[in-house]
């Protein structure tokens, strides 16, 4: 007993000394929302169903199968090039809300691992209010990621998604579209 005890005290400060920040990523999460003068149902009429997101700028194609039932599948075509492939995790028109998952993208498109997001349409007085909410890991999964891959990037790049979705899905209903 007395031999463990003093081989406990030679490596309490080997165990002490070890790097306090070797851990990998945490999983961020942001919210964007915007307001938008028009009834909740003609704005969910827009964005509430799965295999169309004409409604984001960024987006040229969304190509899929199951419509918006939960399973349901899409691959987003970006301008830049890049696919998205999607999942719908659920779907609930009474709530005007989905949730879907990211299964497969580049890191170099979209520098994320393990998205999760849901967008929602509730009505405030008359105007909708679309909440965007997303959980995700940053694009590199170990310690020290490079600058393009870290968790700053991942957070500027799906607020950027976001913001931008956002305020066309604004422009577009407000316009009469």
Not at 21 to 29: D, N, Y
Not at 81 to 104: N, Q, V, W
């Amino acid at each position: 007993m007395l031999r463990y005890l003093a081989l406990s005290l030679v490596l309490l400060p080997l165990v002490l000394s070890a790097p306090a920040g070797a851990h990998g990523p945490t999983r961020q999460k942001i919210s964007e929302t915007v307001e938008i003068d028009a009834p909740a149902d003609k704005v969910w009429a827009v964005i509430g169903n799965f295999q169309d997101m004409s409604w984001h700028p960024a987006i040229t194609k969304t190509e899929g199968e199951g419509g918006s039932t939960a399973g349901a599948k899409r691959t987003l075509t970006l301008a830049g090039g890049g696919l998205i492939h999607e999942e719908l995790l659920a779907h609930d028109p009474g709530k005007r809300s989905f949730k879907y998952a990211i299964t497969e993208v580049d890191v170099k498109v979209l520098p994320v691992n393990n998205y999760t997001s849901t967008l929602s349409v509730t009505e405030e007085n008359g105007k909708s209010v679309v909440d965007w909410r997303g959980a995700f890991y940053r694009g590199y999964m170990n310690n020290d990621p490079p600058a393009d891959l870290n968790d700053e990037a991942a957070i500027k790049a799906v607020t950027e998604v976001y913001r931008t979705g956002l305020d066309n899905l604004k422009k577009v209903i407000e316009a009469g579209g």
